[in-house]
């Protein structure tokens, strides 16, 4: 009887660690995803940009096109200069579309909560799995 409970903490677990139906590609976009939300809602733009690929060919579409990580940083820290502007962020993934296995395609709902307005909108990024995992290479957010 010790070794089936045992047995059952051991399934318990492992299950909390994956989520039915998706591949370990998908749980590692949204990973990446969630962690983004978590580190926009702290204020914390550094860890935010970790979701996007370090490199000058990075491309960012909004109001204005962003060539490069650091651009895109510059962008936020300019759009977004404190936790009040920030606001709180929501994400609602409405589709993950693999091309191939190194490159997706996620559409989804970004929404805002602040003090005084709520914006939203949509985006489509494309993530590349290179050699340190998922990232960003194209963000188109309006």
Request: with cysteine.
């Given at each position: 009887?010790?070794k089936?409970?045992?047995?059952?903490?051991?399934v318990a677990?492992?299950?909390?660690n994956?989520?039915?139906?998706?591949t370990?590609?998908d749980?590692?976009?949204?990973q990446t995803?969630?962690?983004?939300?978590?580190?926009w809602?702290?204020?914390n733009?550094?860890?935010f940009m970790?979701?996007?690929w370090?490199?000058d060919?990075?491309?960012f579409?909004g109001?204005?096109i962003s060539?490069g990580?650091d651009?895109t940083?510059?962008?936020?820290?300019?759009?977004?200069?404190?936790r009040?502007t920030?606001?709180?962020?929501?994400?609602?993934?409405l589709?993950?579309?693999?091309?191939?296995?190194?490159?997706?395609?996620v559409?989804?709902?970004y929404?805002?909560?602040r003090?005084?307005?709520?914006?939203?909108?949509i985006?489509?990024l494309?993530f590349?799995?290179?050699?340190g995992?998922w990232v960003?290479?194209?963000?188109h957010t309006?």
């Open positions: 009887m010790k089936f409970f045992l047995f059952l903490l051991f677990g492992c299950a909390k994956s989520t039915p139906g998706l370990a590609d749980q590692a976009i949204r995803l969630n962690r983004q939300v978590a580190a809602n702290q204020g733009l550094t860890i970790e979701g996007y370090k490199s060919s990075l491309l579409i109001k204005k060539k990580w651009s940083l510059l962008r936020y820290q300019h759009s977004y200069p404190d009040k920030m606001g709180e962020l929501r994400f609602e993934i589709q993950l579309d693999f091309a191939s296995a190194t490159s997706c395609l559409t989804g709902h929404f805002l909560k003090e005084k307005d709520n914006p939203s909108g985006f489509t494309l590349k799995k290179k050699k995992g960003i290479v194209y963000d309006s």
